[in-house]
């Protein structure tokens, strides 16, 4: 022990050590936190997809180009839907499908 009274450094290390036992834990229950989130927001992108008999598969060119779920799709501004539309190189069957079914959810 130090000088009278103190905490002895086996203490102090075993109380580290569990801070950061704890800390990891933490940490990776949040990061399981956000990838099931993450995954739910994904999976609701491909069911409005699907829903609409456009490939579901889309939905991994729209997350390339910065559509992380269906919420980014819905409120995008049109200019930047038709840049993301010709960036995904959806077919133009598709397209339309797609235009159709985001007016409909918009309510226009």
């Known amino acids: 022990q130090?000088?009278?009274?103190?905490?002895?450094?086996?203490r102090l290390e075993r109380a580290s050590r569990e801070f950061e036992q704890r800390e990891l834990a933490y940490f990776?229950?949040?990061r399981n936190a956000a990838?099931?989130?993450t995954e739910a927001c994904f999976e609701d992108l491909i069911?409005?997809?699907?829903?609409h008999n456009i490939s579901g598969a889309y939905a991994l060119?729209?997350?390339?180009?910065?559509?992380?779920?269906?919420s980014d799709l819905l409120l995008m501004e049109?200019?930047?839907l038709n840049r993301t539309i010709?960036?995904?190189e959806?077919?133009?069957?598709?397209e339309i499908l797609l235009l159709e079914a985001l007016r409909a959810a918009r309510g226009k």
């Not at 130090?2 to 086996?10: W, Y």
């Not at 959806?90 to 598709?94: E, G, I």
């Open 86 to 88: 010709e960036r995904c």
């Open 61 to 70: 060119a729209f997350s390339a180009h910065g559509v992380g779920n269906l």
């Open 2 to 10: 130090e000088g009278g009274g103190g905490i002895s450094a086996a």
């Open 47 to 51: 069911c409005f997809l699907e829903m």
């Open 35 to 37: 990838k099931a989130h």
């Open 28 to 30: 990776a229950k949040a």
């Open 90 to 94: 959806l077919d133009a069957v598709d």
């Open 78 to 80: 049109e200019a930047e």
